[in-house]
């Protein structure tokens, strides 16, 4: 089945301490993503990626980190986090000439 | 940054009725994306409107982009409970590129 998986799906953590939420997709697609949403915000991008060691800054990249060095995964970083962060984080892939983006199903993210 | 803005923020109708979402930009956009999300979950791809004054339509869901690609609206017709959720309008803001932006989204609650 074509899909996008995060994980973990769910993680509380508290200031400070490192933590990484992993982004994995089947579909061979050469473009991934990274969002967070926010009530009244909506969805934002962090950082996305066009290939393998390709990445670049979206409208938040502040306080995260990624890297690309498989085609398949596409991990988020926090090397400090903080209250701040504390949103619902979704991972995205889609293929090259295509704008239809597939979804991860999200991992809500508290930062105490 | 660019943003789009979303019309109504919220909306209840009953079972049966129609609605229409707008999706508004003060720029020109390259791509717009209608997405559905379930509370909580990822989003999922609905309709890619691209040239200006295009409609598409899906099953009882119509979308339309304006002649100037600045406006977007989204029609559902005799609505029902499976249409519930969180309607997000998406554009990307040039060709070849992958950077996006969302609106804030809708959220629709339909009564049996």
């Not at chain 1, 990274?34 to 800054?57: A, C, F, H």
């Not at chain 1, 690309?68 to 000439?97: D, H």
Request: hydrophobic residues 30%; charged residues 20%.
């Amino acid at each position: 089945e074509a899909q996008v998986t995060q994980n973990p799906r769910y993680l509380i953590t508290v200031t400070g301490k490192k933590l990484t939420v992993t982004c994995s997709q089947n579909m061979n697609h050469e473009y991934m993503s990274w969002y967070r949403q926010d009530p009244g915000l909506g969805l934002r991008q962090i950082y996305y990626s066009m290939n393998v060691e390709v990445t670049d800054k979206g409208d938040v990249p502040e306080g995260y980190k990624v890297s690309r060095k498989e085609k398949r995964n596409f991990p988020l970083i926090l090397e400090s986090p903080s209250p701040n962060q504390t949103s619902l984080y979704f991972c995205a892939s889609t293929s090259r000439g295509s704008y239809e983006q597939f979804f991860g199903p999200g991992t809500r993210l508290t930062v105490l | 940054s660019q943003e789009l803005e979303q019309s109504p923020q919220s909306l209840i109708v009953q079972e049966g009725k129609n609605l229409t979402i707008n999706c508004t930009s003060s720029k020109t956009l390259y791509g717009l994306y209608w997405y559905k999300q379930k509370y909580g979950e990822g989003l999922i791809f609905l309709m890619m409107l691209q040239k200006g004054g295009e409609e598409k339509s899906h099953e009882k869901i119509t979308a339309k982009l304006d002649e100037k690609k600045q406006q977007s609206s989204l029609h559902i017709t005799a609505s029902q409970p499976s249409h519930a959720g969180i309607y997000l309008c998406g554009a990307s803001l040039a060709s070849g590129t992958y950077k996006y932006i969302f609106g804030t989204g809708t959220r629709l609650k339909v009564l049996a």
